[in-house]
Structure formats: C-alpha cells, structure tokens
C-alpha cells in the first residue's frame, strides 16, 4: 500500500520536484484539467475532482504519518484537488479554457500561499483532512474571484 499511497499523494511524484512543488503540481494539474475539460468536458473533469480529492484525503494521511511531518511538502495531491475546484467552478459559468486556467492558478496560488482566511483555519484540522481541505476552500476562492473577475470584464 505504501507505493500507490505515495504515488497519490505527491500527484505521480510530482511533488518530488525539486524548487516549489507545490506550485509545480498546481501548474501541471490546471493544464491537465482544462485538458481534460476540452476533450472530455465537465463531468468527466467533476468525476476527476472527486476521484482524486477521496484518494487524497486517504494518501495525504498515509503519507504525513510515514513521513512524520506535518503536511510534507511532497504531498501534492491536496494542491491538485485545489486547482480542480477552481477550474470546474469558473467552468460552470464560463467556456474559455485559457483564461480558466490563468485565473484558478494565479488565485489559487495567492490564496494558498498566504492562507488568507478560511483556509487558513482549515489548515488547524490535521491529518489528511487539514491538508486537503485548506487547498479546496482555496480552490473554491480561487474560483469565485476568477468568476467576479470574468463579470467585471463582462466575459459572463
């Protein structure tokens, strides 16, 4: 169990990257996601959300225990489920891919990264749970900035 739960949790090894992992994974994954929302479309990519976001909340807390390490940085399925938050809610509004991606992983990073709040009281539950949750309510802030962004620029 030990292989597929780190294969999980760090996105493929992903979050072995050497420089900002986190940020690496949340790149790669938006990609993956506005892919996967061009050719498969929108259920295709909520199943995606919803398979990986389990998976992670399993894995994360699998790992954080092996690691002995309080959200280890090479856990990066939490920022994948983050990101994929973001694109499927603008997504349901909007049907531009490009400015879908630019705008869930530029918010979603600046909420991440300074732990405005709610997330950062999200990050306070530990375990797996504390690690995915912080990233999916930065998500889903992410994706309702980008929304009022697209509003203000008349895009929806």
């Given at each position: 169990?030990?292989?597929?739960?780190?294969?999980i949790?760090?996105?493929?090894?992903?979050?072995?990257f050497?420089k900002?992992?986190?940020?690496?994974?949340?790149?790669?994954a938006?990609?993956?996601?506005?892919?996967?929302?061009h050719?498969?479309?929108?259920?295709?990519l909520?199943?995606?959300?919803?398979?990986?976001?389990?998976?992670?909340?399993?894995?994360?807390?699998?790992?954080?225990?092996?690691?002995r390490?309080?959200?280890p940085?090479?856990?990066?399925?939490?920022?994948?489920?983050?990101?994929?938050?973001?694109?499927?809610?603008?997504?349901?509004?909007?049907?531009?891919?490009?400015?879908?991606?630019?705008?869930?992983?530029?918010?979603?990073?600046?909420?991440?990264?300074?732990?405005?709040?709610?997330?950062?009281?999200?990050?306070?539950?530990?375990?797996?749970s504390?690690?995915?949750?912080?990233?999916?309510?930065?998500?889903?802030?992410?994706?309702?900035?980008?929304?009022?962004?697209l509003?203000?620029?008349?895009?929806?």
């Amino acid at each position: 169990m030990k292989g597929i739960n780190y294969l999980i949790a760090t996105f493929f090894y992903s979050g072995y990257f050497p420089k900002a992992p986190g940020t690496f994974a949340s790149f790669v994954a938006g990609i993956f996601a506005c892919l996967i929302l061009h050719f498969r479309g929108i259920n295709f990519l909520f199943a995606f959300f919803v398979i990986s976001t389990l998976l992670g909340f399993f894995s994360s807390g699998y790992v954080e225990k092996k690691e002995r390490k309080k959200d280890p940085s090479i856990v990066v399925i939490d920022e994948v489920a983050g990101i994929l938050a973001s694109v499927l809610i603008i997504a349901f509004f909007y049907n531009g891919i490009l400015w879908n991606f630019v705008l869930s992983f530029l918010f979603f990073r600046l909420y991440d990264i300074f732990k405005v709040f709610p997330v950062n009281k999200m990050e306070n539950i530990g375990g797996g749970s504390g690690i995915m949750l912080d990233d999916i309510v930065a998500g889903i802030m992410a994706g309702v900035s980008g929304l009022v962004i697209l509003f203000i620029f008349g895009k929806i």
